[in-house]
């Protein structure tokens, strides 16, 4: 089971979020992408890094966190590495905050 401590943090970041943000919709956000399917394989890193105008280590850094937390699973093919969100993992999170958070009070 994940630590939702690690949950927490790795959505506590505008960059992760916007991440996960663009991963909702892969083919729209990443057209340019020929060398595999966006929604089928993912996206490569480096397309994700260039969309944010940030450096490939800083999103490495920023993509290995939500991984960690298991919103993201890498997949390689050849020198590539291609991240798909992981959508049963974020509607669990989402579940359990709900739960977690809401009073089961009615008004």
Known sequence: MIERGIQIKALSSEVRMEILELLKQPKENFANQ???????????????AEKLNLSPP?????????????????????????????????????????????SDITT
């Open 34 to 48: 020929y060398s595999a399917d966006p929604c089928e394989v993912g996206v490569c890193m480096h397309l994700i």
């Open 58 to 102: 800083t999103i490495t850094r920023h993509i290995d966190l939500l991984r960690q937390a298991g919103f993201i699973v890498i997949k390689k093919q050849q020198r590539w590495s291609y991240c798909l969100r992981n959508e049963k993992a974020l509607r669990e999170y989402h579940a359990w905050l709900g739960k977690t958070l809401l």
